[in-house]
């Protein structure tokens, strides 16, 4: 039966490096076998009592959230209020999308657009410049409040805030010979974007705040899908560079809500340094905390490096959901994360510009 209790003296160790918005960093991670989570490092949460009228259940739900938050940073959610059926059929619209020849893929190349929207190929991608080369293809759409059901008029939003928003049409134009394509993912980023924005709320009562604290900052959020297809991973030789499906990295923004099928291979780096599965299970979503929210938590809430693999010797889909605060927005560290006697370690940065520094620090592949 696995355990958490690993001694660290008595394993070799090796260095990861990866990048981020400060530069290249490492982390030192044990060669020891890869093993599941246990629950106590990636929990199962009930949400449903966040959606309820009682402020009670709605507490309790934010300090298991705390708990999970300051540990490893990653948790699944269950009785989130997806159904099934907004799952499974955008996972099955996108393997008719990847399944198709390249040159039909291509009509949607993410060389059209101006914002990282729509399909990336096969070795196009690396998101940790000192792993190989990510072994997957991508679609790619960013927010767009024509689709936001909070937004009745996208033509009243004001400038300034319109002017970092990213909309475009090349991709579903592209898709329109899949007759469903558009209908399912739209539905799917939809009902996501409905679960980040009680979570948000979840968020700010586990840090002491108001339930509405972070209200004003999410009102055309950075609510962007990066659906992802992993073809089956062949075992590297010892003279091999080993492969990733999509290499070790961090999130972007406050926190990602992640469905995958059933087949696995998505990894987690634990505090010990220990690579540990977190496993699918039926009828949840994996959420983790990003970068942004460790920055504005003064480092209470983790975000964890992560990546995945995938030996299941199947194709595998999986669709994160990105969730972020207006990229017009700013935020510093909050109040209630600075203990007396400690300091802020974070000085104060925009959305747009923290977005920006991470992905220069990616697509750069510094090294």
Request: hydrophobic share 35%; proline share 7%.
């Amino acid at each position: 039966m696995a355990t958490t209790s690993v001694d660290r003296d008595a394993l070799p160790t090796t260095q990861l490096r990866l990048s981020s918005g400060n530069g290249p960093i490492s982390r030192t991670v044990l060669k020891a076998p890869l093993r599941d989570a246990l629950p106590s490092e990636i929990p199962i949460i009930d949400i449903s009592g966040a959606f309820g009228p009682s402020i009670e259940d709605r507490k309790h739900v934010a300090g298991v959230i705390r708990e999970a938050a300051t540990n490893n940073g990653f948790f699944y959610i269950k009785n989130h209020g997806i159904p099934s059926e907004v799952t499974d059929t955008a996972c099955s619209v996108l393997l008719e999308f990847f399944r198709q020849p390249r040159e039909i893929k291509d009509r949607a190349n993410i060389k059209q657009s101006k914002y990282f929207n729509g399909y990336k190929p096969p070795r196009s991608q690396r998101i940790n410049p000192f792993e190989s080369i990510d072994v997957r293809e991508t679609f790619s759409w960013t927010y767009d409040p024509r689709y936001d059901p909070s937004v009745p008029d996208p033509a009243a939003i004001p400038p300034h805030v319109a002017r970092y928003l990213r909309c475009e049409d090349f991709y579903w134009e592209a898709t329109a010979n899949l007759p469903h394509f558009k209908e399912a993912i739209i539905r799917y980023w939809r009902s996501c974007l409905a679960v980040a924005r009680v979570l948000v709320r979840s968020f700010a009562l586990s840090l002491d705040l108001p339930e509405d604290f972070f209200a004003d900052k999410f009102t055309y959020p950075d609510a962007a899908l990066a659906l992802n297809y992993y073809p089956p991973l062949l075992p590297a030789s010892n003279e091999e560079e080993e492969e990733v499906s999509i290499g070790s990295h961090t999130d972007f923004q406050l926190f990602t809500m992640l469905w995958q099928d059933d087949n696995g291979g998505l990894q987690v780096l634990n505090r010990q340094g220990q690579w540990i599965n977190a496993k699918p299970i039926p009828g949840t979503f994996v959420v983790n905390i990003a970068d942004y929210m460790q920055r504005i938590t003064n480092d209470r809430y983790v975000s964890t490096v992560h990546r995945a693999q995938n030996y299941s010797g199947k194709e595998r889909i999986s669709m994160p959901f990105f969730f972020g605060f207006n990229l017009d927005e700013s935020c510093g560290v909050l109040d209630s994360c600075v203990a007396e006697g400690e300091e802020r370690k974070y000085e104060e940065m925009s959305c747009e510009e923290w977005v920006q520094r991470r992905a220069r620090a990616m697509y750069r592949g510094e090294k």
